[in-house]
């Protein structure tokens, strides 16, 4: 009996071992080097190469906006006026390619809510004008700052130049209006140094997380990336103004309502930075090395035909991209005049959904739930 | 016939030693206790069992629910009773009372089914009615009449058959072709442990996947003959204890390694156990071992009536799991009748809700953001169970419906994605699962998983 079954499990394990030879010599046809395995590599290349410049450059642009904004409420003139709005769109824009980087001291500090909480609810930036007592470090005050609060400033409340202007030196409440817009400016520049600094030493921790745990750097990572794509991109830009759920269009909670040719160049430029951190590459765009794709497709999961996972990806997210690209009138009024098309891209969209937050998840072996808790 | 019944009777009714049945009951009370204790300092009774909004319930058992702050107040119950179990002191209560407290907070709420809540639960239902305290228990010293150094073989048979199914089912659940063929999904939750000290590196390597998936198959069908011969015993323990550490250090499955190393005590001979327990002279102080020469017995009657239970209760264990093959459709895939079946560690798969509530008069629609009713872990297992989808689509009409919406209609998207496989749709979108009810039938609105996976 004893002999039997000692004979059985070592025939099994002969067996075992026979096929996983061959099963070995299939896979590398594929070039899967387990190295790629190794999450060290691309927590280094993401911390590096994307998120340390990432956060510098948008210190900088913040800085820039800084110096257009002190300049115009020292003398507000048309001249000023239009470098200004130059300025707040070169940030908004880098904001995009930061966005999707809310982990770790982003989180810690709720930075997107201070910079992009839109659409601005004006009554309450206006009776903060007028009552000058406000706190923009209070919670209440999320959606009367940040980059939708200035677009108001600076494009919403006039039509033209000029006549904005005169809310700045006319008008009865102009002193409290520029302290107002240099306030918004200094919290903004505030926080995004805030993390930046803090990400000089978290850096470390994070590279150094190589687990797969919650408290990982790709866990941590992903998780932000994946929530970012779902709620702030898809339902944020699109989703809700379109009214992709309820079928009705809400075109005033479009990001940058107030300078609607903005918000489809804002929209194609998270998409990209998007495909861009998903592919690994550096914040200035060169080819990247370890990412979240090549991890995926070392794991090698496949789709239905075959082909790899992490190149359906790609593949979709591109698709999207495309799709995005072709709506050409502001999407404010696309939402409302062009719905097919939004409601289309906004499909194309929501395909990858499940491909990130179920496929590549699933695959990482990380999990999307913040409840530590045993499973079975 | 007469012959059997004679073997068979002379089999079940031969004495063996109490003192393992008791170290038993000591060892698996301490670990319940522990469990307990554990489960509360991790502020889980406030997070699992107060803090949600919604608890999913069982099949007929709706009338079983957390009880607010007094859900704590059920927690010590478990814990002193575990105790005094453990100690042997007012046993036939305790253990009544552990039964009972351990089984209503494993019912309060399905999101948290383990099998090993089950198992302990099964322990406990036999443990009620078995003589675990004729030994190395206060009951035994304070009334010398149920000291018995003796019991029959079948009481301590029962638990080592419970164990013995408990593997076997385990392994035969892992003969299947995403298991052996594929080494799904350990290929993809071995990779994410690569940076453990030592043997880290391994894990990224596929034929480990695929050695631990055969070995470990192999294992669950096997050890418990293992352990039940005498000279495989020592080997096989030590087996048991660095199969189940690895597991422990490898997967999130809390206690249950600690459980089934200490439970597979039970198949050591219970005179050796007898001889050592004596020997070590820990317990002689405390909760001394029984010299007498008594055996425990039942009264007849009640014996009938226990020994017919016992086979009755083994009977539905040994036909429960298979109740599967009486359902069409993927059992991985649809999950219906799969638990309670001993399916442990055997798919990665994850899923992704979206839900939109209609008013069926005026269409209007809204998205639902599932983490408004649910916490991550339930909406995580809602979203790739059925029974789940459907209690939940319920609970989102009847609270659109307070809210003022007319007949609301509930329909989802929901992506699956099954041990590595694509993620594909999961439900008829077009179904208004507001109508559905959860019962024991297929529901036919569960779309195919597209491909097979072969096997048991």
Known sequence: MKKTLLLGIAGILMAAVTFTACKKEDNNNGG???????????????????ILPAYAAMVEDLTALKTSSDAFVAAPDESKLVALKAAWQKAYITWQKVDLLEFGPAENVSLRMYINTYPVTV??????????????????????????????????????????????????????????????????????????????????????????????????????????????????????????????????????????????????????????????????????????????????????????????????????????????TPLKDAVQNNRTAVLNTYEQIQQVVPLLKVDMVSAFGISITYVDNDGD | MPKLRIISKAYLGKPVYSASLSFFRMVFGLMLLGSTIRFWLRGWIEELYIRPQYFFHYYGFEWIKPLGNYTYLLFAVCGVSALFFALGWYYRIASVLLFLSFTYIELMDKTNYLNHYYFVTLV?????????????????????????????????????????????????????????????????????????????????????????SWFGALYDLTIPFFLLNRKTRPYAYVTVIVFHVLTSILFPIGMFPYIMIVSALIFFDSADVDRFLTRIKIFSAALPVVTNNNMFTFAPPWRRVVVGMFGLFFIIQLLFPWRYLLMPGELFWTEEAYRFSWRVMLMEKMGYAQFVVKDAVTGEKVGVNNNDFLTKNQEKMMATQSDFIVQYAALLHDHYKAAGMNDPEVYATIYVGLNGRRSRLYVDTTVNLAKERDCFKHKNWILPMGGNIYGL
């Not at chain 1, 899967?32 to 994307?50: C, E």
């Open chain 1, 32 to 50: 899967n080097t387990p190295a790629g395995l190794d999450r060290k590599p691309m927590l280094t290349n993401y911390a590096d190469n994307y």
């Open chain 2, 124 to 212: 406990l239902f036999l443990m009620m009615r078995l003589p675990a305290h004729a030994n190395l228990s206060v009951d035994a010293m304070r009334k010398p009449r149920i000291a018995a150094r003796f019991i029959p073989q079948w009481t301590l048979g029962s638990i080592r058959l419970m164990m013995g199914i408990v593997y076997v089912y385990a392994g035969l659940a892992k003969l299947n072709s995403d298991w052996l063929v594929e080494a799904m999904p350990l290929r993809l939750w071995l990779p994410a442990k690569n940076d453990l000290p030592l043997f880290g590196p391994l894990f990224s390597q596929l034929w480990v996947a695929y050695f631990f």
């Open chain 1, 123 to 328: 009554s309450k930036l206006n009776s903060n004008i007028s009552s000058g007592s406000y706190d923009l470090e209070q919670f209440g005050n999320k959606d009367a700052q940040g980059f939708p609060a200035i677009d108001y400033l600076l494009n919403g409340l006039a039509a033209n130049n000029a006549d904005v202007v005169n809310y700045y030196t006319a008008d009865a409440q102009a002193a409290a209006r520029k302290q107002y817009l240099q306030a918004v400016v200094n919290k903004m520049l505030d926080k995004v140094t805030t993390v930046r600094n803090e990400w000089n030493s978290y850096r470390n921790t994070f590279v150094g997380a190589t687990g797969t745990d919650v408290n990982s750097g790709i866990s941590r990572m992903v998780n932000s990336y994946v929530l970012y794509y779902e709620r702030y991109f898809r339902s944020g830009k699109i989703g809700l103004p379109v009214g992709a759920m309820t079928g009705t269009a809400k075109p005033d909670i479009t990001e940058a309502y107030y300078t609607p040719q903005l918000a489809n160049t804002l929209a194609t430029t998270a998409m990209q930075s998007i495909i861009a951190f998903y592919e690994g590459r550096s914040f200035s765009g060169a080819q990247g090395s370890a990412s979240m794709k090549s991890y995926l497709s070392t794991i090698g999961t496949k789709g239905d035909n075959g082909e790899l996972m992490a190149d359906l990806v790609t593949k979709e997210l591109n698709e999207a991209s495309t799709a995005l690209a072709a709506i050409n």
